[in-house]
């Protein structure tokens, strides 16, 4: 087996950071001393945006990173993005800084339910979705997106929501639907006609929503705008967005997951208190640099992104390739750096298919943990050559098992 290269490529637009290792990246220390190319965790291996850096490199220069609040122009710089970039006019006052998502799809099942109450989640979905509910003593009703099984035999994988389902798994205790959006780990745009039908679904059923927004500025055109799901709900009547919670970080697309920094966007004032209160004492402030390196995102960020979106769009379109050639039906995403592969015939030869590619030398996201057994997740924000190693050693696996007949 060829063992894995570290170094930083050279004349790559968006070469990889050199040694992950040496600061123990949670991506490639799964596998460390292990020929394994990690293809797994949602984090890129590209450095972050100049921008990005230098304005962290000076917060770092400072030497003080005591208890910090969120610059004073930050909101309003923030709100500025929001109306440029999403149409969405949000007010200052609206926005609770949180050090991550996931804190925000817990602390939003805590605020929107009572013990035993209900949830409602697609699958598959990102496995924190599926877990809030029970960690927050509350259930999760699942909703299987509907898969365009006739697209599957042509080799695409196609999701979109069926209402149908959606209606048979609401529950008279249901408070709350988690929707993510865009969806992961599908990579798909949800049509207008299923938000449309998504908000008349909420509206009708009195449902509160917490969408996670955390992958709208990874659409990889470049050019569609990400509609916020709360703007959706204002869109049939205003006061609707009252039962919105918008989750949002340029974690995923600034390559910024250490820095704890997100958000959540309350506009009703009393389910904002309640989400504060359900906060307190248990989750700490965002982090000094989080806030640094968002005020450089939102200033100085939007070029290096757009390259960022050429690039990815570069790789996906290289593992789309290799998948076809493997005979492997695959999303080919619109947004995000994840493609979602169908191995349910591997995994009924080979059982676990995650851990025969392992073997093979290839680290993916097991498609159970989405509650999809028999599909992996594959995050193709790396280096070239590297996910080009890493798809060789993939096809040769399979090549070897089809001819095992
Ligand atoms: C949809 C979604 N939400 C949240 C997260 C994680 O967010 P955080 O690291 O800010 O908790 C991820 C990471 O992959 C994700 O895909």
């Known amino acids: 087996m060829t063992s894995i290269r570290l170094a930083p490529m050279s004349g790559e637009r968006f070469p990889m950071a050199a040694e992950r290792l040496a600061w123990a990246a949670k991506k490639w220390e799964k596998y460390r001393g292990r020929d394994i190319i990690p293809l797994w ?27 910090t609040l969120a610059p004073r122009t930050l909101v309003g710089e923030l709100a500025a993005y929001y109306a440029q970039h999403y149409a969405w006019s949000i007010e200052p006052d609206w ?24 949830v409602l ?8 979705f599926l877990g809030a509910a029970p960690l927050q003593g509350c259930r999760t009703c699942v909703v299987p997106l509907a898969l365009d099984e006739t697209a599957a035999q042509q080799g695409i994988l196609l999701y979109r929501v069926d209402f149908d389902r959606l209606a ?25 006609d299923e938000l449309a039908g998504l908000a008349d679904f909420c509206r009708a059923n009195d449902l509160l929503v917490c969408s996670d927004e955390v992958h709208c500025d990874l659409i990889l055109d470049g050019t569609t705008a990400h509609v916020p799901f709360a703007r959706v709900l204002a869109a049939s009547a205003a006061d609707e967005i009252a039962r919105s919670i918008t989750l949002h970080g340029p974690g995923k697309v600034f390559n910024l997951a250490g820095l704890g920094i997100a958000w959540a966007i309350i506009p009703d ?3 904002r208190r309640r989400f504060r209160s359900a906060r307190q004492r248990l989750v700490p402030e965002a982090c000094c640099f989080g806030y640094t390196a968002l005020q450089a995102a939102l200033r ?20 789309s390739a290799a998948l076809d050639a493997m005979h492997l039906a695959h999303t080919h995403p619109a947004a995000t750096y994840l493609t979602w592969i169908d191995c349910r015939r591997l ?16 680290g993916l996201s097991d498609g159970d943990e989405f509650g999809a057994p028999g599909f992996l997740r594959l995050n193709f924000a790396t280096d070239h050559a590297l996910l080009a190693e890493a798809l060789r050693r993939m096809a040769a696996a399979v090549a070897a098992l089809d001819e095992d007949g």
Request: charged share 15%.
């Open 41 to 67: 965790i949602a984090d890129m291996d590209f450095p972050s945006a100049p921008a990005i850096r230098g304005a962290l490199a000076a917060h770092v220069a400072h030497g003080n990173y005591g208890y």
């Open 95 to 118: 926005i609770v800084w949180l050090p991550g998502l996931v804190v925000g799809l817990n602390l939003a099942v805590k605020t929107c339910c009572q013990p035993g109450e209900s």
């Open 121 to 128: 989640s697609f699958s598959p979905v990102y496995p924190p």
């Open 168 to 192: 048979a798994a609401l529950q008279p205790d249901t408070r709350l639907l988690l929707l993510c959006h865009p969806h992961n780990p599908v990579g798909s745009l949800f049509s207008a």
């Open 269 to 271: 004032p009393a389910l």
């Open 300 to 319: 100085d960020g939007d070029p290096w992104r757009q390259e960022l979106l050429a690039t990815l769009r570069d790789r996906r379109d290289q593992v």
């Open 347 to 362: 995994a009924a030869r080979v059982g676990s298919v995650a851990a025969w590619f392992e073997e093979h030398g290839v």
